[in-house]
């Protein structure tokens, strides 16, 4: 995968005669059990160190992959864990077994496993993740480098108190079942706020997107498992890119300019 790369931002419809622009930066996980809400969840992915597990995550939420998955494994002092669709509606000494048939390769990075981390569980193989993540509630040094960083939660962790307190069984699985609905959350810019300098739309998209860029960038198209599909050389301004021959899927958009570089996924539907 290529270094030191901008991925351009997710989920940004803009128009020419327009006061308001809307991006989408974070997520909400919608808990509730036997019926009754236990309260949300809002995390952000961290797709600049962990670009592949991000763009995993924003497909799988596209879909509804998560939606009606159980927080299946909860140990007070630790973290909670779900995200298994086995979870829905498989016998429960099947949860925590499944995942998405394809699977994303190890991104570790140094960011710590501190309260309100998310990051990605996977088997005794590194590259194994497959949707499931975990949620710390304490710092898990021991994990550092040993499991994929992608997110971290910025509101709700008093959600996340009450999930890794439930009444659990002796695999810690909580006795009656916790839930969850992943959401996108959607927060309005308006005219003259600092918007970030690459921007991307709209996303998702079946056939063309616009890139705009505020300096001359090299643009690169990598799907998530890191290999490019497209790469080129674009100048400041805007331009309109064809993804029309690609595969629908997550990818990583990236850019790299004198501006600096981070990275972010985007989504390519079917028409």
């Known amino acids: 995968m290529l270094k030191h790369l901008i991925l351009l931002v997710s989920a940004l419809c803009i128009s020419q005669a327009v006061v308001a622009q809307t991006i989408t930066e974070s997520y909400v996980i919608a808990v509730t059990q036997n ?3 236990m309260g949300t969840i809002e ?6 160190i962990a670009p592949k597990h991000a763009a995993f995550m924003v497909a799988r939420i596209a879909e509804q992959y998560y939606n009606g998955s159980a927080f299946h494994r909860v140990i007070p002092g630790f973290m909670i864990q779900g995200g298994d669709p086995n979870s829905k509606d498989k016998a429960r000494n099947t949860w925590g077994t499944g995942g998405y048939p394809v699977k994303v390769p190890a991104e570790f990075n140094s960011r710590p496993h501190l309260r309100g981390i998310m990051s990605a569980a996977r088997t005794s ?3 194994s993740f497959g949707g499931q993540f975990f ?5 898990a040094p021991w994990l550092d480098g040993q499991y994929t960083v992608f997110g971290e939660v910025i509101a709700g962790m008093s959600t996340v108190d009450l999930i890794v307190n439930a009444k659990r069984d002796a695999a810690d699985n909580p006795i009656d079942k916790i839930s969850m609905t992943i959401t996108q959350k959607v927060t309005s810019v308006n005219e003259g706020d600092e918007i970030e300098s690459v921007l991307v739309y709209p996303t998702p998209t ?3 997107m616009t890139i705009s860029l505020s300096a001359p960038s090299l643009v690169t198209l990598a799907n998530v498992s890191g290999v490019t599909v497209k790469q080129m050389q674009l100048d400041a301004g805007t331009t309109t890119v064809s993804v029309s021959d690609l595969p629908c899927g997550a990818y990583v958009l990236m850019t790299e300019s004198a501006q600096g570089a981070t990275a972010r996924p985007i989504l390519i539907t079917a028409p």
Do not use: M, Q, R
């Not at 995390?43 to 600049?48: C, H, M, S």
């Not at 949620?135 to 710092?139: L, S």
């Open 125 to 127: 193989d590194p590259n």
């Open 135 to 139: 949620i710390c509630v304490a710092a």
């Open 35 to 37: 019926g009754k809400s």
């Open 43 to 48: 995390f952000k992915l961290l797709p600049e």
């Open 206 to 208: 079946h056939d063309e």
